[in-house]
C-alpha cells in the first residue's frame, strides 16, 4: 500500500477507503477541506501500486493498521469509504483493534455477487481500467458517464498500475457472497 496524509497527526484521524479504479488520492479533495481540523489518512490499495502484489483483505488491513501504529494513532473519528472501499473497509472495522467513532459508506459495495460471476467480471473491469491509462483518461466519460478532468489523474494513475493478477486476487476476495457482516450495536449507531 502506499498511504498518503494531510493534516495535523494531533487532530482526529479520518480514515479512508477509496473505490475501484481510483487511488487513495481521489480522497484528497475532500481531505483538503477537512485538514485544518481533522488528520486524513488515504491508503491506495496494493491493486493499484507500481511492483506491489495483493494478497488479501487480511493483509490489506493488517498494512493499515501497522501504518496507525507506527503513526501511534489509537482512535478514529470517522471511516470514509466508497465502493469495494466500503467491503475492505468492514473488514478493517471486524478484525482492527483500533476504536471507530463514526463510519461513513457511499455507495458501499456489499453486493454478494457469486464467485463465478466475479470470475467473469475480471476481464471486463480489467479492460475498463486500463483502458482509462491507454487513453489518458479520454474514456472516462464512456465507462463512468463522468466527465471531470479533476479525477482523471486518479483513475490514469490506477489504471497504468493495475495488474490483472491483482484485480483478480481483489474481486476473488471482495464482493462477499456473504451477509453484512455484523457490528457493535454502539458503533451501528453512527453508521452512515
Not at 497527526?9 to 479512508?16: G, H, N, Y
Not at 482492527?96 to 464467485?115: M, N, R, T
Request: hydrophobic share 40%; with cysteine.
Amino acid at each position: 500500500m502506499v498511504f498518503k496524509t494531510t493534516g495535523n497527526k494531533s487532530e482526529p484521524v479520518v480514515l479512508f477507503f477509496h473505490a475501484m479504479g481510483v487511488t487513495g488520492e481521489s480522497s484528497m479533495p475532500v481531505a483538503d477541506k477537512l485538514a485544518g481540523k481533522f488528520y486524513c489518512i488515504m491508503p491506495t490499495s496494493t491493486v493499484y501500486c507500481s511492483g506491489q502484489r495483493y494478497c488479501s483483505k487480511r493483509d490489506e488491513v493488517q498494512q493499515v493498521v501497522r501504518f496507525l501504529e507506527k503513526q501511534e494513532i489509537k482512535e478514529i473519528e470517522l471511516v470514509v469509504a466508497s465502493s469495494i472501499g466500503a467491503d475492505l473497509a468492514m473488514a478493517f472495522m471486524t478484525n482492527a483493534k483500533i476504536p471507530v467513532k463514526h463510519i461513513f459508506f457511499d455507495g458501499g459495495q456489499f453486493a454478494q455477487i457469486g464467485k463465478v460471476t466475479r470470475r467473469i467480471m475480471v476481464p471486463f473491469l480489467y479492460v475498463a481500467m486500463k483502458s482509462l491509462y491507454w487513453s489518458n483518461g479520454k474514456t472516462l466519460k464512456k465507462i463512468m458517464w463522468c466527465d471531470d478532468d479533476k479525477i482523471k489523474p486518479y483513475f490514469i494513475k490506477a489504471g497504468k498500475n493495475l495488474t490483472y493478477r491483482n484485480l483478480r486476487r481483489q474481486l476473488t476476495d471482495s464482493l462477499e457472497d456473504k451477509p453484512f457482516p455484523k457490528l457493535p450495536e454502539e458503533l451501528q449507531k453512527h453508521t452512515f
